[in-house]
């Protein structure tokens, strides 16, 4: 059996451990940077081995862990979880160079970055209901106290308002799951926490009457609505967008936000068939809210982090949208922009980080001219702009491009208002806040004002080079997606065994 | 063997713009003769191609990208006589800027720019599908951003280049519905493509558009028709170019004449199919074109900066492209040709009289025509080769622009007696009168009479007259040599495909004309001559003041309502800036966040509110004396008791 992923959670694990007993912030920050190399190197390793053409679970490791009440230590990937495992370990790498500078009790910021790669790696690969509910809630709790220290003004709400709010959604989604898990008996008459036998019995109605797996499916939706965040569930996400410290924003938006798109995916996708039509509905009207709604909210801000903030609740609308038009393509889009987002959208949040703590304001109105005097910056960041604009040649517009073509064949009159209610609203809001910020005359307090550090230039270069570089060979990651969207559109849940893969 | 290398036409500027930009500001000039020199080298790679497949062939190379769609090049006529033009032009440009840039500290970065914007726009000419053509049409969006903004501390500057990229977004929303359209459609048809075949390339299209639903292709094509309105400048998406002038004039020289606002028209011609086989696309394109032909001209007649003159003629030129594009609803492919005929001509023209004006305003340092006067005296070669874009641009006989907006104005006539409807055709003669006059208006009163203002008095450096002299020669004798083969080759251009015009008519509802054409009476044959030398007469009326017969004071005055209109350019920019973005789409916005704050939110809050105020009445049964909860204690066991009870009768 494989051990590349336990590898993978077990570094950052013991690195959080040694970056926490560090002294100095020299030492922190290397033990961080190594800590989190490793698991990046490994998941390139994966990547290159990984069979890109199978339908099957790969990596997957297995053991027995509380065996009489069916729980397992299961991991392991297929083309939904490596494409976000590869997006986590980059980010991860990516932010800790990023807040190289950070000297604001250095050690333990760093290892709650590695505690929430930990927390992130285990969601996207954990195969077993219950390793999943744990890691999903081990997440919370360096992005609780990353916001709680490290935040603004108002840390001390939105430090709250962020834990209770997505704790109370990850709480109805444990109901659910026990649900699940009290239901179902395997052949043997045990109850089982494997996630791929679970989601293969809800299409069972002998096992799963529609009325239950309706509730089951209702709570299950809502952790992962909240935690993408879909509207109406997003107002926890501005706040603590805005209160928490830059490397806490980009890790909230560009990991975070993505457990609920994998959610979507992993347990979702599978129930929809076995489940009131209603909700297939329901949840396109979600997304195609989300991406409206978000963006004239975005055009409404004064803050430049809340409109990045919006900004994703717009963009994530393209994965719930996608993935119940339920075509290969839609659903293959969905699964890149999720990926495509999570680079992006680290730009952004840096941006507005750089721009926070070298003017120290991000208020837009008292911005202007700052390409005057932040050259280096201001390329990066319109590049950044760009890209979540849609801008061809860059990750995102393959994502969009394919959402919307995928998602014309079966809800046509909801593509056309996304493409005509939010597109040109989207171009709005990102070409009207980079222009404010960064072009014009220098306004004269700035003239001071010094380019960004070279290490957060490091980070952002390169997060565009990967952005261009995926937008460019889209096909590097989409062709894993189109067998996982092939998959989970038109074959039923096949759990491990079936697979041989243990 | 320049097939082979025909990637690297878009290839050579990339490398350019990769090349000035970290190497640029080390070196003299900004690097700009690498790109230069990649612009001439892809018109070298051009035009051996060219030598290649002239006359009968096409070029056709393509691979799988991701998903369902590919990457390709196809040279076709069409193609091909525009990457050779646009090269040609570019490189003309490129040289002129370098010595009209020297001196700004930003060079390397306008010749990195440069040459993304020529490299992205000979890759959309290039492309072989719709959606790499979409791509390639967003970067030079970008890149035109970019540019027009060149000079972002200006505030105008860098608010014409935001609005340049919205107003023209606008018409890529409906570019990016029209290719989720089609390729829908497409697939619904459940074709079986041979390997190497893609349902986005245009032989795909142009071969099953006839099956495509009849409705769905109106859509579809004036789905297309908008993302060309907002590219090539038409009503009502006009607004932004006159706005673009903020960038340096070698960026509105490449906007106007080659690489921005013609991809419009060469996508209308590119789809032509498409478009003849949707009922009525056509005619509206006829009259979108034929209305922003005459629309922009009046707009032309009272403008006092050189370079928005210059800009309302470049609207209304591209309505006369699209006028006779709109044409071929009876004349067919042949309207492709006459079209293209005139964009390559006017791009000649128009970039020669932009860097005309921008040879004046490098001397004079102004754009306002009210300053000049005279200039001719200190500027012989620029006065000249102006003047000669002028005969050109006002139709004047046996000059490239006679020969194009004569066939223009032909082929409208021809729509107009096989339809009665000869709306188009009479905004295309007025608009060609109008034309010819505020040219001449434009170069009387910038190089006649007497100075206006003190400004230096000197010809500009040979690196700038040179191109203008190249570019004169072209205005003026292009038309005369090329057109019959022009014609021929591009008539040819979908023969390549097998494209059935006549079942393609069957669905788009056209009469195909039997034999000969009806030849069009005499003063049709004159008419254009008339109206392009009597506006010129007009303007020496008017204008010069040698021959000064009339003045406009007795025609119109300060608080003329008419000549506000015009000069407000009919109050555009009131109404879609400061009334539908600023009002509506910004009050939206601003409602959204109410309702998120005041709604979304609160619910939220009151939840929690209640959440926690039930907790704190709970709290209030914990009184601390343990008297109260033994007999809390007690009162529980009992009602279990009696509860158990109960249910096990029941059960039993």
């Known amino acids: 059996m494989s051990n590349e992923i336990s590898l993978m959670i077990a570094i950052p694990l013991i690195g959080a451990v040694l970056a926490f007993l560090t002294r100095s912030r020299g030492l922190a920050r290397i033990v961080a940077l190594l800590a989190s190399l490793a698991p990046l190197i490994i998941s390139l390793q994966m990547y290159m081995g990984f069979d890109k053409s199978s339908k099957m679970m790969q990596y997957v490791e297995s053991y027995d862990w509380v065996p009489s009440l069916g729980i397992k230590y299961t991991l392991g990937v297929d083309g939904i979880g490596m494409p976000l495992v590869l997006l986590s370990t980059i980010v991860s790498v990516l932010v800790i160079v990023y807040s190289w500078g950070e000297n604001h009790r250095p050690n333990q910021f760093f290892a709650l970055l590695l505690l929430n790669e930990v927390g992130v790696l285990g969601v996207f690969t954990a195969l077993d209901f219950f390793l999943f509910y744990i890691f999903w809630e081990i997440v919370l709790i360096p992005m609780f106290f990353l916001i709680g220290i490290w935040g603004g003004p108002r840390k001390?709400?939105?430090?709250?308002?962020?834990?209770?709010?997505?704790?109370?959604?990850?709480?109805?989604?444990?109901?659910?799951?026990?649900?699940?898990?009290?239901?179902?008996?395997?052949?043997?008459?045990?109850?089982?926490?494997?996630?791929?036998?679970?989601?293969?019995?809800?299409?069972?109605?002998?096992?799963?009457?529609?009325?239950?797996?309706?509730?089951?499916?209702?709570?299950?939706?809502?952790?992962?609505?909240?935690?993408?965040?879909?509207?109406?569930?997003?107002?926890?996400?501005?706040?603590?967008?805005?209160?928490?410290?830059?490397?806490?924003?980009?890790?909230?938006?560009?990991?975070?936000?993505?457990?609920?798109?994998?959610?979507?995916?992993?347990?979702i996708m599978p129930m929809l068939p076995s489940v009131s039509d209603m909700f297939v509905t329901l949840l396109a009207v979600i997304g195609v809210i989300s991406i409206v709604y978000g963006g004239f909210m975005a055009l409404a801000q004064k803050d430049i982090k809340k409109l990045v903030a919006y900004s994703s609740v717009s963009h994530m609308g393209y994965v719930t949208l996608g993935a119940v038009a339920l075509t290969t393509m839609s659903v293959q889009g969905a699964m890149f922009q999720q990926f495509s987002h999570?680079?992006?959208?680290?730009?952004?949040?840096?941006?507005?980080?750089?721009?926070?703590?070298?003017?120290?304001?991000?208020?837009?109105?008292?911005?202007?001219?700052?390409?005057?005097?932040?050259?280096?910056?201001?390329?990066?960041?319109?590049?950044?702009?760009?890209?979540?604009?849609?801008?061809?040649?860059?990750?995102?517009?393959?994502?969009?491009?394919?959402v919307l073509t995928g998602s014309y064949a079966t809800m046509p009159y909801y593509v056309l208002f996304v493409i005509f209610a939010g597109i040109a609203v989207t171009a709005g809001y990102h070409l009207w806040a980079v222009q404010k910020v960064m072009f014009g005359p220098i306004l004269k307090k700035y003239l001071d004002v010094h380019d960004a550090h070279s290490y957060e230039l490091l980070s952002m270069s390169l997060l565009i080079l990967l952005v261009i570089l995926f937008g460019v060979q889209p096909g590097l990651i989409t062709d894993m997606m189109g067998v996982a969207a092939q998959q989970l559109i038109y074959d039923p849940v096949m759990t491990l065994s079936q697979m041989g893969v243990i | 063997m320049y097939s082979d290398y025909a990637y690297l036409i878009v290839g050579l500027p990339v490398l350019a713009f990769v090349l000035t930009i970290f190497l640029g500001w080390h070196l003299p000039k900004g690097g700009g003769f690498f790109t230069v020199l990649a612009t001439f080298g892809g018109f070298i790679l051009s035009?051996?191609?060219?030598?290649?497949?002239?006359?009968?062939?096409?070029?056709?190379?393509?691979?799988?990208?991701?998903?369902?769609?590919?990457?390709?090049?196809?040279?076709?006529?069409?193609?091909?006589?525009?990457?050779?033009?646009?090269?040609?032009?570019?490189?003309?440009?490129?040289?002129?800027?370098?010595?009209?840039?020297?001196?700004?500290?930003?060079?390397?970065?306008?010749?990195?720019?440069?040459?993304?914007?020529?490299?992205s726009m000979l890759g959309l000419i290039f492309s072989d599908n719709i959606l790499q053509l979409f791509i390639f049409w967003e970067l030079v969006g970008l890149c035109s951003y970019l540019l027009i903004g060149f000079w972002y501390r200006k505030p105008s500057a860098a608010a014409a280049a935001k609005k340049a990229f919205l107003v023209t977004r606008v018409g890529d929303v409906m570019f990016l519905a029209a290719i989720v359209l089609l390729y829908n459609n497409l697939a619904s048809l459940n074709l079986t493509l041979p390997p190497g075949e893609y349902l986005l390339q245009f032989k795909v299209i142009y071969?099953?558009?006839?099956?495509?639903?009849?409705?769905?292709?109106?859509?579809?094509?004036?789905?297309f028709f908008g993302g060309a309105v907002g590219k090539s400048g038409q009503f009502p998406l006009h607004v932004w170019l006159p706005d673009a002038m903020e960038g340096p004039t070698t960026v509105s020289a490449m906007i106007h004449a080659a690489t921005m606002v013609t991809a419009g028209v060469y996508l209308v011609a590119r789809l032509f199919p498409l478009f003849y086989a949707a009922p009525s696309a056509l005619?509206?394109?006829?009259?979108?074109?034929?209305?922003?032909?005459?629309?922009?001209?009046?707009?032309?007649?009272?403008?006092?900066?050189?370079?928005?003159?210059?800009?309302?003629?470049?609207?209304?030129?591209?309505?006369?492209?699209?006028?006779?594009?709109?044409?071929?609803?009876?004349?067919?492919?042949?309207?492709?040709?006459?079209?293209?005929?005139?964009?390559?001509?006017?791009?000649?023209?128009?970039?020669?009289?932009?860097?005309?004006?921008?040879?004046?305003?490098?001397?004079?340092?102004?754009?306002?025509?009210?300053?000049?006067?005279?200039?001719?005296?200190?500027?012989?070669?620029t006065a000249m080769t102006m003047a000669a874009g002028g005969l050109a641009l006002a139709g004047f006989p046996l000059t490239t622009g006679f020969f194009s907006k004569d066939e223009i104005l032909v082929v409208a006539w021809e729509y107009g007696s096989a339809t009665t409807d000869f709306i188009p055709y009479i905004l295309g003669i007025l608009g060609a009168l109008l034309t010819a006059f505020y040219t001449f208006r434009l170069w009387f009163v910038t190089f006649t009479g007497e100075p206006r203002s003190d400004y230096h008095k000197h010809e500009s450096p040979w690196i700038m007259l040179g191109p203008l002299m190249v570019l004169a020669f072209f205005a003026l004798f292009f038309g005369l040599g090329a057109q019959e083969p022009f014609y021929h080759y591009l008539e040819s251009n979908f023969e390549h495909y097998d494209v059935n015009f006549e079942a393609l008519a069957a669905v788009g509802q056209h009469h195909i004309e039997e034999g000969e054409a009806a030849h069009e009476p005499?003063?049709?044959?004159?008419?254009?001559?008339?109206?392009?030398?009597?506006?010129?007469?007009?303007?020496?009326?008017?204008?010069?003041?040698?021959?000064?017969?009339?003045?406009?004071?007795?025609?119109?005055?300060?608080?003329?309502?008419?000549?506000?209109?015009?000069?407000?350019?009919?109050?555009?920019?009131?109404?879609?800036?400061?009334?539908?973005?600023?009002?509506?789409?910004?009050?939206?916005?601003?409602?959204?966040?109410?309702?998120?704050?005041?709604?979304?939110?609160?619910?939220?809050?009151?939840?929690?509110?209640?959440?926690?105020?039930?907790?704190?009445?709970?709290?209030?049964?914990?009184?601390?004396?343990?008297?109260?909860?033994?007999?809390?204690?007690?009162?529980?066991?009992?009602?279990?008791?009696?509860?158990i009870k109960l249910w096990l009768e029941v059960s039993i």
């Open chain 1, 156 to 267: 001390d709400y939105a430090a709250i308002k962020f834990f209770i709010y997505t704790h109370v959604a990850s709480l109805v989604m444990l109901i659910s799951i026990f649900a699940l898990y009290f239901t179902y008996r395997t052949p043997e008459g045990l109850h089982t926490m494997d996630m791929l036998t679970l989601l293969q019995a809800t299409s069972d109605t002998t096992i799963f009457p529609t009325a239950l797996l309706n509730l089951i499916f209702l709570g299950l939706l809502l952790g992962f609505l909240v935690k993408m965040p879909a509207f109406p569930f997003h107002t926890w996400l501005p706040d603590a967008h805005v209160e928490a410290p830059t490397a806490g924003s980009v890790v909230l938006a560009a990991l975070l936000l993505k457990m609920g798109g994998y959610g979507l995916f992993r347990v």
């Open chain 2, 522 to 643: 005499f003063i049709i044959k004159i008419l254009p001559i008339i109206v392009g030398v009597g506006g010129i007469l007009l303007a020496i009326l008017f204008y010069y003041p040698r021959f000064r017969k009339l003045d406009t004071r007795k025609f119109t005055t300060e608080n003329d309502p008419i000549r506000r209109i015009l000069l407000k350019g009919y109050y555009q920019h009131e109404i879609y800036t400061a009334w539908f973005a600023e009002t509506v789409v910004y009050g939206i916005a601003l409602l959204s966040n109410m309702v998120d704050i005041k709604i979304v939110d609160a619910t939220l809050n009151k939840i929690s509110e209640t959440t926690v105020a039930f907790g704190g009445s709970l709290r209030k049964a914990q009184t601390g004396i343990i008297q109260n909860y033994i007999l809390a204690i007690i009162f529980g066991v009992v009602v279990l008791v009696v509860l």
């Open chain 2, 47 to 119: 035009y051996g191609i060219f030598k290649e497949i002239y006359p009968n062939e096409i070029l056709h190379q393509s691979m799988h990208w991701f998903a369902n769609f590919n990457v390709g090049i196809l040279i076709d006529p069409l193609a091909l006589v525009m990457l050779l033009m646009v090269t040609f032009v570019c490189t003309l440009i490129h040289t002129y800027a370098l010595g009209y840039m020297d001196g700004d500290h930003g060079m390397a970065r306008y010749f990195a720019e440069a040459g993304l914007f020529t490299a």
């Open chain 1, 342 to 402: 999570g680079l992006i959208t680290c730009v952004l949040f840096m941006s507005a980080g750089t721009i926070q703590h070298t003017v120290g304001t991000r208020i837009i109105a008292d911005l202007g001219g700052l390409a005057d005097r932040m050259p280096r910056f201001a390329f990066l960041m319109l590049a950044g702009f760009l890209a979540s604009l849609g801008l061809p040649g860059m990750s995102g517009f393959v994502a969009e491009f394919l």
């Open chain 2, 283 to 381: 005619l509206i394109v006829a009259y979108v074109g034929g209305f922003t032909a005459l629309f922009a001209a009046t707009m032309g007649l009272t403008a006092f900066d050189i370079k928005r003159v210059l800009a309302f003629s470049t609207v209304s030129q591209l309505g006369y492209m699209m006028l006779a594009l709109g044409a071929g609803a009876v004349v067919g492919a042949a309207s492709v040709g006459v079209s293209i005929f005139h964009l390559i001509g006017h791009s000649f023209l128009k970039a020669l009289l932009f860097l005309c004006a921008g040879s004046v305003i490098h001397a004079v340092n102004t754009n306002d025509m009210r300053e000049m006067g005279g200039v001719g005296k200190y500027m012989k070669y």
């Open chain 2, 207 to 223: 071969q099953n558009v006839a099956a495509i639903p009849p409705d769905q292709l109106t859509y579809i094509a004036l789905l």
